[in-house]
């Protein structure tokens, strides 16, 4: 099983990235993907989600209106939109899969660095 994002880097504030996070070992269209970030000393926090039966999402309520999450099951990646990004953005980004039926069962990406700075 492997996630891997990439799309990670120095951004100024204003700008926009685009995270993706390619699955691969494990049947991508069962399982509800979610992007999650993290900063030193801090939890992790959930950003967005996206479920794997009808693709409805749901947003931390600081990226809404800026951030987009998208999947495309047929090239096993989550996608997650990135725009009007602020210093608060900043943080090491997390893709996480989980099973429809039976949540204890996920995944975790190694994570892609954020940096929005001028």
């Known amino acids: 099983v492997q996630l891997v994002e990439s799309g990670g880097g120095l951004v100024q504030p204003g700008g926009s990235l685009r995270l993706s996070c390619a699955a691969s070992?494990?049947?991508?269209?069962?399982?509800?993907m979610s992007w999650h970030r993290q900063i030193p000393g801090k939890e992790r926090e959930l950003v967005a989600a996206i479920n794997s039966f009808d693709g409805s999402t749901s947003y931390a309520d600081s990226v809404k209106g800026r951030f987009t999450i998208s999947r495309d099951n047929a090239k096993n990646t989550v996608y997650l939109q990135m725009n009007g990004l602020k210093p608060e953005d900043t943080a090491v980004y997390y893709c996480?899969?989980?099973?429809?039926?039976?949540?204890?069962?996920?995944?975790w990406g190694q994570g892609t660095q954020v940096t929005v700075s001028s």
């Open positions: 996480k899969a989980a099973l429809r039926t039976d949540l204890r069962i996920v995944y």
């Open positions: 070992g494990f049947t991508f269209s069962r399982y509800a």
